[in-house]
């Protein structure tokens, strides 16, 4: 299977240089999206040997990806691994998605980082254990942790999605509509690197925008 690493990154040019090269070195291809940077994180990943898609402005994670998945399929892949471009995803977990990948059945892998919260922030354990459980009970199923963004995608469900976000909410999104269309989720657990970085996620503007989202998709399955 040839599969593609996208990485949405805005102003990570701390920790992205080191993520594209232990990426290359595992023989995968990478795929930065620069989502409107200021500090040279785009041109960074460039040196390291990705190719990278950039945006003069910003336009946000989910129209990142968006851009970033229209590219894989159009280039031939036939899987998509997501990771963040802050340092949090460790490569060292990419087999587990890859060993996924191999089964034909699973359409879908997310990340579970649940398992061990030690060093999780405080306010976003709770935040991930309640959206998780809202978000399951929406999916008829349980996915221990929704928000994260370490996924595997297999490029042949993307037309099914017919994703529209453009934020953060493309991740809720995802999951409620692979439910819908009845694809095989499935979830394995990962090492998650916490540092001193600041969550780009707003918690007034973000919540309200995943909660309009939320509430119009559990309507449509609804009717």
Not at 6 to 18: D, K, L, Q, T
Not at 108 to 116: S, T
Not at 133 to 154: E, N
Not at 179 to 190: D, E, F, G, K, V
Request: charged residues 25%; contains cysteine.
């Amino acid at each position: 299977m040839r599969i593609c690493v996208v990485i949405p990154v805005h102003n990570e040019n701390r920790s992205i240089a080191e993520l594209v090269k232990a990426l290359l070195e595992k023989g995968l291809d990478v795929l930065v999206v620069d989502d409107g940077s200021t500090d040279g994180s785009g041109e960074i990943a460039i040196q390291e040997g990705a190719y990278v898609i950039h945006h003069p402005v910003r336009k946000g994670k989910g129209a990142s990806l968006k851009e970033g998945f229209n590219y894989i399929q159009e280039s031939g892949y036939e899987g998509i691994i997501v990771m963040d471009g802050d340092g949090q995803h460790d490569p060292k977990d990419l087999p587990y998605f890859m060993q996924a990948a191999t089964d034909e059945s699973v359409d879908l892998v997310i990340g579970n980082r649940m398992d061990n919260t030690k060093n999780m922030p405080p306010l976003r354990l709770i935040t991930n254990k309640f959206m998780s459980a809202l978000i399951s009970y929406a999916c008829g199923k349980k996915i221990p942790d929704t928000q994260c963004g370490f996924r595997f995608i297999r490029v042949a469900v993307l037309k099914a999605l017919d994703l529209q976000c453009n934020d953060f909410e493309i991740e809720t999104e995802m999951l409620m509509k692979a439910a819908r269309q009845n694809l095989t989720i499935i979830s394995i657990p990962i090492t998650t690197i916490y540092r001193n970085e600041e969550s780009k996620i707003h918690p007034v503007r973000d919540s309200v925008r995943f909660f309009k989202y939320f509430l119009k998709e559990a309507w449509t399955k609804k009717r």
